[in-house]
């Protein structure tokens, strides 16, 4: 009899993990690595949050907590939807989890069945796809290009939907590529969700706040999305809480409670002392974040001018999150330093081994052509890294 289970040998590890992991196994051989992989703010947690966590152990928070969060945190969520995305949802609507990709365990876990189809458009984050496959449903990739700035387009979405079409999953601004679909481009993918008026849409906001000028909207500000839309978000990103893993939904309320079933059996309720302190997060204005949305877009602007002067990598200008997503097809089928580049995975690997710089193949994201490289990173390492992909590839 086999041991492992079906589903987790035809599992996919997280290649962004699977880096991270690459990257700190060399520093423990000694080798000095500029880790670009991963999707994690540098800064640290705000002290108004950090004070909030201490206030919390101080007055004994310590029991289980209610599995789709507490009343309080509920609350300030069903503000933070209404100030910042004129989003009006009722505590039912609302269900607090470990991390806003145990929301999208949840979702797939309470929606899909074996057959149903996920609309992906590419680049997607690297979890959807195996989320999706891992509950039966299955995953149709929408491809895009640097040309329209990664962001998929109504004929597209149109040609994409079948019968048998269950859901969308999307990120906005995106994680890779940064981009960010304004008010007129969802409007034009709204109106062909309405002839399709079974599909719901998996909207992932969760680096809402780190935008650079274009501004925000959500996809269930739309009247005809609102009841079937899930809003994913929480705090990893803009708050740089990634540690402290919460995250949250705001759902149809028929969904949100089944979220709040499945939950119920797996994990229960959040870690409590989090919870308390996101409370004050989502209380706050995100003016009080600001200084790191300042910063990230000094660094955005930095590795653009530094990549331009490398033939051969050619980028987008990304409106939104900490990553440029360069298509770098121009090295695939040449010789560097006595390696064959057959793809993109070829390329990552070659500039962590030879250039000791980890980024993320684009393969990952539903996007071959392509690496991610995360900005999330002080100057002075962005500067260097670039620098040692520069030698690498001349």
């Known amino acids: 009899m086999q041991l492992l289970s079906d589903r987790i040998l035809n599992m996919a590890t997280s290649a962004t993990l699977a880096m991270a992991a690459k990257a700190r196994e060399l520093r423990g051989e000694g080798k000095d690595i500029i880790g670009l992989s991963l999707g994690e703010p540098d800064f640290n947690t705000p002290d108004f949050i950090k004070d909030a966590a201490i206030q919390a152990i101080n007055d004994n928070y310590n029991s289980y907590t209610p599995v789709d969060g507490y009343a309080e945190l509920k609350d300030a969520i069903i503000t933070k939807f209404k100030r910042d995305n004129n989003l009006t949802y009722t505590p039912n609507q609302i269900v607090v989890s470990t991390g806003a990709k145990q929301a999208l365990f949840n979702i797939a876990g309470v929606m899909l069945n074996d057959g149903d189809e996920v609309i992906l458009p590419c680049p997607y984050w690297v979890s959807y796809s195996d989320i999706v496959k891992l509950f039966g449903g299955v995953?149709?990739?929408?491809?895009?290009?640097?040309?329209?700035d990664?962001?998929?387009?109504p004929e597209q979405l149109e040609a994409a939907i079948t019968p048998k079409t269950k859901m969308m999953w999307f990120s906005s601004p995106c994680n890779p590529s940064g981009s960010v679909y304004s008010k007129e481009e969802l409007q034009a993918l709204v109106n062909v969700f309405?002839?399709?008026p079974d599909i719901y849409v998996v909207s992932d906001e969760i680096y809402e706040h780190i935008n650079y000028g274009k501004g925000h909207t959500s996809i269930a500000e739309f009247e005809s999305m609102y009841d079937r839309t899930i809003t994913v978000n929480g705090v990893s990103k803009a708050f740089a809480m990634t540690g402290w893993r919460i995250g949250y939904i705001g759902a149809p309320e028929k969904i949100?409670?089944?979220c709040n079933k499945l939950q119920g059996q797996?994990?229960?309720?959040?870690n409590c002392i989090a919870q308390r302190a996101v409370i004050t997060a989502c209380n706050e204005s995100p003016e009080k974040v600001k200084y790191m949305i300042d910063e990230f877009k000094g660094r955005r602007d930095l590795i653009l001018g530094l990549l331009s002067d490398i033939e051969g990598f050619k980028c987008n200008v990304p409106d939104g999150a900490f990553y440029v997503f360069p298509n770098v097809s121009y090295?695939?089928?040449k010789t560097?330093?006595?390696?064959?580049i057959n793809n993109a995975s070829d390329f990552s690997l070659f500039l962590l081994e030879e250039a000791l710089v980890a980024t993320v193949t684009g393969e990952a994201f539903g996007n071959p052509d392509c690496i991610r490289i995360s900005y999330a990173a002080s100057t002075e390492q962005i500067i260097e890294a670039i620098k040692r992909i520069k030698e690498a590839v001349s």
């Open 139 to 148: 995953p149709v990739e929408v491809k895009t290009s640097i040309d329209t």
């Open 150 to 153: 990664f962001k998929m387009t």
């Open 194 to 196: 309405e002839k399709h």
């Open 256 to 258: 949100a409670r089944a």
């Open 266 to 270: 797996a994990t229960s309720g959040a």
């Open 331 to 333: 090295f695939f089928g």
């Open 336 to 340: 560097l330093k006595g390696t064959k």
